[in-house]
């Protein structure tokens, strides 16, 4: 593993131990969250951010409102889980592995006390699902890697955009791992990373991360992706997401649609790489994916310099939405979804035994 995003330190109490990524790539820091307006905070200012880190986040933080309460009834314990989740499916709206993760650990709560749990039963049962959602996560890494190498070729080189490696992810993440992959086979590949305004994920994260990992990285402008395809030099994209719709819509960090429609102008291949569950089962649509809105200071001011006129209007949307016609495919943990269509990806789903509503 290139990196240790976020773990769960200790036992029972315990706290989680997350790297500072607001403050990479100059300091490497760690912080210690120990409550859940911490968690909230963390996902929040995104220093731990990255569709299945936050899912990961999110079920620890529910760890983290349970873990002192002592002999509860089991009717009282549910009722603090789901306040505990309620507070922390605030912390950000994209992402559905926020709600996916919520979501689970609820689930599991109701059925133990549906069997008659008790709230300290309700409890150990909380932490073993949070310890296995960081546990699939980490072997859900590795499978996306795998399935994902089979489309990278010795001497190739690749886009990516904003960061979808290890830091996004509790082992080596969702479009990186198959460039990770593809090394440990004795590839040589290289990668252009988009910096990824504004909060430039793309320059301070997946360049600071894959130039750790020895893995040839170039930086460009978000601007300049359309000159690296013109010239020839982008065999193919690979991006994470944050939500995919049932019809194969992938939403993900603001840009990554000019780049899938450049990439379609330049003939080059644009993949997706991402767990079943950033699959929203919910939606069958894009447009029904909601889009976070940041503060205008991270483009007024971005890391504390002014860059534009007092009082300007700004409009600062974190995620885009690149429609299904423009995916060549999707690399999930169970393998490769070519040309998503509705149809296609509600079958992964049902076979993986995601119930649709
Ligand atoms: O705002 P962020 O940094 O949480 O956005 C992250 C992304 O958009 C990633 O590309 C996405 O989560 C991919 S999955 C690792």
Aim: glycine share 10%; hydrophobic share 40%.
């Amino acid at each position: 593993m290139p990196v240790e995003t976020l773990v769960w330190v200790g036992d029972r109490p315990g706290h989680v131990r997350m790297i500072e990524q607001t403050m990479l790539p100059t300091r490497f820091e760690e912080l210690d969250v120990r409550d859940v307006p911490g968690m909230v905070d963390a996902i929040y200012r995104l220093a731990v951010r990255g569709a299945p880190a936050i899912g990961v986040a999110a079920a620890y933080g529910m760890l983290l409102g349970v873990q002192d309460l002592e002999g509860l009834s089991g009717l009282e314990m549910m009722a603090t889980t789901r306040e505990v989740a309620d507070t922390l499916a605030k912390a950000r709206p994209t992402a559905v592995n926020l709600f996916w993760a919520l979501d689970r650990m609820v689930k599991r709560a109701q059925s133990e006390l549906d069997g008659g749990a008790d709230g300290d039963a309700i409890r150990d049962a909380l932490f073993d699902e949070a310890h296995s959602i960081f546990s699939e996560d980490q072997h859900t890494c590795e499978a996306l890697g795998r399935h994902g190498a089979k489309l990278i070729s010795e001497g190739g080189t690749y886009l990516t955009h904003c960061n979808a490696g290890a830091l996004a992810t509790a082992n080596t993440g969702t479009a990186l791992s198959p460039f990770y992959e593809a090394q440990r086979q004795g590839k040589k590949i290289a990668v252009f990373a988009d910096e990824t305004r504004p909060l430039l994920q793309g320059a301070r994260l997946t360049a600071w991360e894959l130039m750790q990992s020895g893995i040839d990285v170039t930086l460009i402008t978000d601007n300049m992706a359309g000159r690296v395809m013109f010239e020839g030099k982008i065999d193919a994209v690979f991006v994470g997401s944050d939500r995919i719709a049932r019809n194969g819509d992938v939403c993900n960090k603001i840009g990554t649609y000019s780049v899938a429609v450049l990439a379609k102008e330049h003939g080059v291949p644009f993949y997706a790489v991402a767990p079943l569950s950033t699959f929203d089962r919910k939606i069958t649509s894009g447009d029904d994916i909601p889009i976070e809105e940041r503060p205008p200071e991270e483009i007024t001011a971005g890391f504390g310099r002014q860059t534009a006129p007092d009082g300007v209007k700004v409009y600062n949307p974190a995620f885009d939405i690149t429609p299904a016609h423009l995916v060549t495919g999707i690399v999930t943990e169970v393998g490769l979804i070519e040309n998503p269509t509705q149809e296609s990806v509600e079958a992964v789903m049902r076979e993986a035994g995601i119930e649709l509503i």
